[in-house]
């Protein structure tokens, strides 16, 4: 968060303190009216994003006490089963929330507490990432398009920011801005990406939630703490994606601001 706001103070435009007493007579400027709202809503949905982190990270610690006759891994197994999947292997991963679906070499990565633990949040989460390789085998449209994304993804996630902030000096320089607007572009890849992924995992949810309900392994205070726990799982795909909208709209504020400055 500091080098953000240290990029903001460097490329916010020195007119900003050069001409106080014109922007006490005429208001003030198109770039910083610009530049508060951007900046107001970076703040907002990073303050949002903690909160969410906060909450899920609360009902994960809180679930992965309650108990459960199943562990991850039994889970698992049962609902690849269950759903004619025999080509994927479930496999315990290092670390924590170091869960998920690899469609490259199809496993189902589980991360040690959700892989041997009875609890409900391991069969929650567990649940979650079949449905992923579910999604996978059934050619799931947006778990399609998100596969097909990141390419591109990557080389606007490796060159979209530097591209963008060369535009902006030479946007400051006096040059036209389609530098900044290509890089605004390619910085856009990684938010698309973001939104892409939400219908994704809320689906991924929904098959596990369904799943656990009609398999009887999870009984009706289990589908719900299950639910609760997935619930705040995926609202931090939703901040996550609202945060990077907010960068975008903070810099596409920012080359507007810049031109306006030109003129």
């Given at each position: 968060?500091?080098?953000?706001?240290?990029?903001?103070?460097?490329?916010?435009?020195?007119?900003?303190?050069?001409?106080?007493?014109?922007?006490?007579q005429?208001?003030?400027?198109?770039?910083?009216?610009?530049?508060?709202?951007?900046?107001?809503?970076?703040?907002?949905?990073?303050?949002?994003?903690?909160?969410?982190?906060?909450?899920?990270?609360?009902?994960?610690?809180?679930?992965?006490?309650?108990?459960?006759?199943?562990?991850?891994?039994?889970?698992?197994?049962?609902?690849?089963?269950?759903?004619?999947?025999?080509?994927?292997?479930?496999?315990?991963?290092?670390?924590?929330?170091?869960?998920?679906?690899?469609?490259?070499?199809?496993?189902?990565?589980?991360?040690?507490?959700?892989?041997?633990?009875?609890?409900?949040a391991?069969?929650?989460?567990?649940?979650?990432?079949?449905?992923?390789?579910?999604?996978?085998?059934?050619?799931?449209?947006?778990?399609?398009?998100?596969?097909?994304?990141?390419?591109?993804?990557?080389?606007?996630?490796?060159?979209?920011?530097?591209?963008?902030?060369?535009?902006?000096i030479?946007?400051?320089?006096?040059?036209?801005?389609?530098?900044?607007?290509?890089?605004?572009?390619?910085?856009?890849?990684?938010?698309?990406?973001?939104?892409?992924?939400?219908?994704?995992?809320?689906?991924?949810?929904?098959?596990?939630?369904?799943?656990?309900?009609?398999?009887?392994?999870?009984?009706?205070?289990?589908?719900?703490?299950?639910?609760?726990?997935?619930?705040w799982?995926?609202?931090?795909?939703?901040?996550?994606?609202?945060?990077?909208l907010?960068?975008?709209?903070?810099?596409?504020?920012?080359?507007l601001?810049?031109?306006?400055?030109?003129?």
């Amino acid at each position: 968060m500091q080098s953000l706001f240290t990029t903001l103070a460097y490329y916010t435009p020195s007119s900003a303190y050069t001409h106080s007493s014109s922007y006490a007579q005429q208001g003030m400027g198109h770039y910083d009216g610009f530049t508060l709202i951007g900046i107001g809503l970076i703040i907002l949905c990073t303050l949002l994003g903690v909160i969410v982190q906060n909450r899920m990270m609360a009902s994960m610690r809180q679930f992965s006490a309650t108990p459960a006759p199943f562990s991850g891994a039994d889970v698992a197994h049962a609902m690849l089963q269950a759903n004619g999947i025999h080509d994927v292997r479930v496999i315990s991963t290092q670390g924590q929330l170091t869960d998920h679906y690899n469609p490259a070499n199809r496993t189902v990565n589980l991360s040690e507490d959700v892989y041997n633990v009875r609890s409900v949040a391991a069969m929650a989460v567990a649940a979650h990432e079949c449905g992923h390789a579910i999604q996978h085998a059934q050619a799931y449209p947006w778990l399609s398009l998100r596969s097909q994304l990141v390419p591109l993804v990557s080389i606007g996630s490796k060159f979209g920011q530097f591209v963008l902030i060369l535009g902006l000096i030479l946007l400051g320089m006096g040059s036209g801005a389609t530098v900044a607007w290509f890089g605004l572009l390619l910085f856009g890849t990684t938010t698309v990406f973001a939104f892409v992924t939400l219908p994704v995992e809320f689906d991924a949810s929904r098959r596990a939630l369904a799943w656990l309900n009609s398999s009887g392994m999870a009984d009706r205070a289990m589908h719900g703490q299950a639910q609760t726990a997935l619930r705040w799982a995926a609202m931090t795909y939703v901040s996550a994606a609202l945060s990077s909208l907010a960068m975008l709209v903070y810099y596409a504020l920012m080359i507007l601001g810049r031109s306006n400055d030109r003129h």
